[in-house]
């Protein structure tokens, strides 16, 4: 029987591939055999994220600069890419921010600025690398988005979890349009992980580190790493007949309803 979770042979780019969940998921593609590339804003920080790779794993990671809330910086990144590395297989948008503010005083810039990148952002990224899948007539696209596209909370996220609402049904509705292509779409929606994003709010506050650590069935918090199952499944041939599904490794939070 073939190997259905192998990704030799197959190439990633990872948008956000130097933030906590997306080194993460570089990791586990490049560690089952993929090729990968990752992509974000800050140079110093891939660099970092490629090192740690490297010495993890012993795999070599491309690194490449991106603005994706930026439309041209985007089409650069997808030409780059493809000259670099050959093809594209499998794309993954872990890139995104918190903007949290009170829903009474919401700056609407701010607004903007947060759907920009997790929603305009990843539309855009999705856009662009498909149209390479088409053309391959194969394609995996990942979505990090959250337990919060499903489940609200107060806390000022009104914006953060509209966004991930958004890129659920952006994923759901791009499985359709792009399924005559065998391009399959869905996403990951990960709990509280403890990465860059969360380290200050949950250091600062221990008492809300606790409820929400006591919130989840199992009993921990999320790490990083827990997105790599999900992640290499989603990536590899095992799931090519899921597609527009949000899979949930969030520790049974959203079994709870
Ligand atoms: N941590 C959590 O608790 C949690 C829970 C549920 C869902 N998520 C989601 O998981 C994803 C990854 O989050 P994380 O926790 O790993 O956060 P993180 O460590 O802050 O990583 C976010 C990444 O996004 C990149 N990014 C932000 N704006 C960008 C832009 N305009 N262009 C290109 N890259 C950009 C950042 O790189 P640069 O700043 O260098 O550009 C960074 O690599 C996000 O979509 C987040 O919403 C996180």
Redesign the pocket.
Known sequence: MKDIFSLQGKNAIV??????????IAKGLAFYGAKVG??????E??EK?AQEIQTDINKEVKIFQ?????ED?IKALAGKVVAEMGKVDILV??????IKQSALEFQMDQWDALF???VK??MMCCKEFAKIMTKQNYGKII??????GARACGGGNSA?NS??GA?DMMTRTLAVELAPFNITVNAV??????????TKLLTDNPALKERLTGAHPLGR??V?ED?IGAAVFLASDASNYVTGQVIYPDGGLTAIG
């Open positions: 948008i956000g591939g130097a933030g906590g969940i997306g080194q993460a990752i992509a974000s804003r800050k140079l920080n891939l994220a991106v603005d994706s809330a930026n910086s948008n872990s890139q995104g921010i918190n920009n990148v997790n952002g990843v979505n990090v988005s959250s337990v919060r953060y966004s991930k890129v929606g990960p709990t509280v992980t403890e990465t860059p994003m969360m918090l999320s990083p997105m």
